[in-house]
């Protein structure tokens, strides 16, 4: 697949944009992303326990559009929704790129990671008569990859499938890895689902400059550097103590459940759906990028924070 050097500066200029790097400048956000794409990076992507939200969230990704992403920037070789390959052909050739290129390709795991009874509550396949877990695929690709790149907060801290009572044993990613001594490091790209811009921009970035620096919780401080409630429109009537009791009434959300004050995120002022709108200008945060969703932030809707 052809790219022409007018398309390829313009997917620079909107991946740039979209990851907080302009300040790059574009030629040289240009010559990188060249260099990288003379590689072509390979990419597998594994799906565990989540709803494929965060695969979906991927697929709206405006600038560059996904096509550009998936085709140009990456080489996706493994992805179980989109791909056409299906079967024991398709792991095989999943193993194949693992080996081929050990120590090169980049791991996407979305969904986390059921360990109870050996790891069978997800099985992503078969070959030669033998179910392939989640959990064994994440071990045996994992330790053969550059870098994991953790997408959605299932894969990045075990989200959903991992809330109380977790009757699989859904893990994230990190503790997979500790527990089996693989050292490959992860970035972690929280969010239920994650915003596309904090996917593409972290794979352009990594492609551009390398990892990228992180928080404590393996989080890129590009995406989540600071909270909600610091940058949230509503915070003057925070400072005021004017607290809405319903959706519609003027107010900081806090009493109707808002979890920004403790939530690392920069939606204020990405907006999501193509700035259309985000979560607390007409609703509340419910502090999805936390490494404590699901569990201590609900009741979502009742005040659990402040
Ligand atoms: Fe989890 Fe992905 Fe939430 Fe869903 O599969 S982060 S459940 S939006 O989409 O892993
Ligand atoms: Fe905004 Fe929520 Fe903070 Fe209130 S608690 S100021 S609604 S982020
Ligand atoms: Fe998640 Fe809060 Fe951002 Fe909404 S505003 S996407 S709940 S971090």
């Not at 392939?132 to 997408?151: Q, R």
């Not at 499938?161 to 490959?184: L, R």
């Not at 921009?201 to 409630?229: C, N, Q």
Request: proline letters at 7%; aromatic letters at 10%; hydrophobic letters at 35%.
């Amino acid at each position: 697949m052809k790219i022409t050097r007018r398309n390829f500066l313009k997917v620079c200029g909107g991946t740039a944009a979209a990851c907080g790097l302009s300040n790059l400048g574009i030629p040289n956000m240009a010559q990188a992303l060249e260099k990288a794409l003379a590689g072509n990076p390979p990419v597998i992507w594994l799906q565990g326990s989540g709803c494929t939200g965060c695969s979906v969230s991927l697929l709206n990704s405006v600038e560059p559009d996904i096509a550009t992403v998936l085709l140009k920037i990456i080489s996706l070789k493994f992805h179980p929704t989109v791909m056409a390959a299906q079967g024991e052909p398709a792991l095989d050739k999943m193993y194949k790129v693992a080996e081929d290129y050990a120590g090169k390709f980049y791991l996407v795991v979305e969904g986390s990671i059921p360990t109870k009874e050996r790891g069978r509550f997800c099985i992503v396949g078969e070959r030669q008569g033998h179910e392939i877990t989640m959990l064994d695929a994440t071990i045996e690709i994992g330790k053969k990859a550059a870098a994991t790149l953790a997408f959605g907060t299932c894969a990045s801290f075990g989200g959903i499938p991992a809330a109380k009572p977790n009757p699989t044993g859904a893990k994230p990613v990190t503790a997979i890895f500790e527990e089996n001594g693989i050292k490959t490091p992860v970035v972690n790209v929280p969010g239920c689902p994650p915003h596309p811009d904090w996917m593409v921009g972290t794979i352009a970035y990594a492609l551009t400059k390398g990892l990228p620096p992180v928080d404590e919780y393996k989080r890129p401080l590009l995406f989540f550097g600071s909270t909600i409630h610091d940058n949230c429109p509503y915070l003057k009537y925070y400072e005021e103590g004017k607290f809405a009791r319903s959706y519609g009434e003027e107010g900081c959300r806090l009493k109707l459940g808002c979890k920004g004050l403790e939530t690392y995120a920069d939606c204020w002022q990405r907006q999501w759906n193509n700035k259309v709108n985000w979560c607390v200008r007409n609703a509340i945060c419910i502090g999805c990028v936390q490494p404590n969703f699901w569990d201590e932030m609900a009741p979502l809707y009742e005040q659990t924070t402040g």
